[in-house]
C-alpha cells in the first residue's frame, strides 16, 4: 500500500511543527530530515495519483500486462492446470 499525497503533506507538516516546538538541536534536525523525506514521498505520491488520473481519463484504467504474459485458460474440471493426480500407495 502506497501512501496518498495528502497523508505525506500531513506528515511532513506534523514533522516541521515538532521541530519548530522542541529545544533541542538533535531532535530538530531528525524532525527536520523526517519532513524532508515526507515531501519527497509526498512529490512521488503526487506523481503518482497524476498518473493514475491519467490512466483513468484516457480509459485505460488497468496497467498493461507484461509482453510475455499467458492468459490462463479456464479449466471445466476445476483443478489447477498444473495439477497431478494423486496416488495414494497403501491402504
Known amino acids: 500500500m502506497q501512501p496518498s ?3 505525506c503533506r500531513a506528515q511532513e507538516t506534523r514533522q516541521h511543527a515538532l ?5 533541542l538541536a538533535n531532535a530538530r534536525h ?3 530530515r523526517a ?10 505520491a503526487e ?10 481519463l484516457e480509459g485505460d484504467s488497468a496497467p498493461a500486462p507484461h509482453p510475455d504474459h499467458v492468459e490462463p485458460q479456464d479449466d471445466p474440471s476445476g483443478e489447477h492446470p498444473g495439477a497431478r493426480p494423486v496416488v495414494w500407495i497403501g491402504a
Open 19 to 23: 521541530a519548530a516546538d522542541t529545544p
Open 5 to 7: 499525497s495528502t497523508f
Open 47 to 56: 506523481r503518482r495519483e497524476q498518473r493514475i488520473a491519467r490512466r483513468t
Open 30 to 32: 531528525v524532525a527536520t
Open 35 to 44: 519532513a524532508a523525506a515526507w515531501g519527497k514521498e509526498a512529490d512521488a
